[in-house]
């Protein structure tokens, strides 16, 4: 992953929104606030939308330098020269991405509760390894749940750590306090009544030592 990536911060990921002008304005407020990475993410849009949308964020995350890092599809990624992608256990081979994408590609994992899936992503190529969910997720309510201890020996793996699902500013300190370098946030963000104002939260987070 290019070293001139910031490697602690808000980790801001994209609501399921259809409208790409609407999508563009809401992604515009968090960048503005301070967001330091954004993953596209739209489950229900199609392949066509899918690289609209994405294609349409590339410039907006330039002009803020923020890193644009396509959830489920490297191909994607590559297609629109994206900062990168993010792959699940059912999104393709991290091996592969890292081939494709290039050594300076921002490269992805969930390792959901599991140690050891995150040590073979690493091994293969995985730039960041994201554990989670550590709350119930209004947008996942199914995702495993994982601990702060798993996020604390991770730290072994001397790669940043990403911590997802059901964070909000009010729960986020004991996750930055255990090792945790990102905070991948969707609904905390998004569906907070001052997008803005989230971000701020979650970035001061970050403010008080480990
Ligand atoms: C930063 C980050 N962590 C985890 C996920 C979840 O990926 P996945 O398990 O593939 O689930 P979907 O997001 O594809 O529904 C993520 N997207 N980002
Ligand atoms: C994609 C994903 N993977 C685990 S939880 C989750 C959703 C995170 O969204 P929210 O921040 O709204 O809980
Ligand atoms: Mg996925």
């Given at each position: 992953?290019?070293?001139?990536?910031?490697?602690?911060?808000?980790?801001?990921?994209?609501?399921?929104e259809?409208?790409?002008?609407r999508?563009?304005?809401?992604?515009?407020?968090?960048?503005?606030?301070?967001?330091?990475?954004?993953?596209?993410?739209?489950?229900?849009?199609s392949?066509?939308?899918?690289?609209?949308?994405?294609l349409?964020?590339?410039?907006?995350?330039?002009?803020?330098?923020?890193?644009?890092?396509?959830?489920?599809?490297?191909?994607?990624?590559?297609?629109?020269?994206a900062?990168?992608?993010?792959?699940g256990?059912?999104?393709?081979?991290?091996?592969?991405?890292?081939?494709?994408?290039?050594?300076?590609?921002?490269?992805?994992?969930?390792?959901?509760?599991?140690?050891?899936?995150?040590?073979?992503?690493?091994?293969?190529?995985?730039?960041?390894?994201?554990?989670?969910?550590?709350?119930?997720?209004?947008?996942?309510?199914?995702?495993?749940?994982?601990?702060?201890?798993?996020l604390?020996?991770?730290?072994?793996?001397?790669?940043?750590r990403?911590?997802?699902?059901?964070?909000?500013?009010?729960?986020?300190?004991?996750?930055?306090?255990?090792?945790?370098?990102?905070?991948?946030?969707?609904?905390?963000?998004?569906?907070?009544?001052?997008?803005?104002?989230?971000?701020?939260?979650?970035?001061?987070?970050?403010?008080?030592?480990?």
């Amino acid at each position: 992953m290019n070293p001139r990536w910031p490697r602690r911060g808000l980790y801001a990921i994209t609501p399921d929104e259809a409208d790409t002008g609407r999508l563009l304005a809401r992604v515009e407020t968090v960048l503005r606030a301070g967001a330091t990475w954004l993953q596209y993410r739209n489950k229900p849009a199609s392949e066509d939308l899918r690289a609209e949308q994405a294609l349409a964020l590339q410039p907006l995350c330039r002009s803020f330098d923020v890193p644009l890092i396509i959830n489920d599809d490297w191909a994607l990624a590559a297609a629109i020269g994206a900062a990168g992608a993010h792959l699940g256990e059912d999104d393709g081979e991290i091996a592969l991405a890292r081939h494709e994408l290039g050594p300076e590609a921002i490269l992805g994992a969930s390792c959901y509760d599991d140690a050891g899936l995150a040590r073979q992503a690493v091994f293969a190529g995985a730039s960041y390894v994201a554990f989670g969910a550590f709350f119930p997720s209004p947008t996942k309510p199914h995702a495993r749940r994982a601990t702060l201890d798993l996020l604390r020996t991770a730290a072994v793996l001397g790669v940043p750590r990403v911590a997802i699902g059901g964070i909000t500013p009010d729960n986020a300190r004991p996750l930055v306090e255990a090792g945790a370098d990102l905070l991948a946030v969707i609904s905390g963000v998004f569906d907070a009544p001052d997008p803005a104002a989230a971000t701020r939260a979650y970035i001061s987070c970050f403010e008080e030592p480990r």
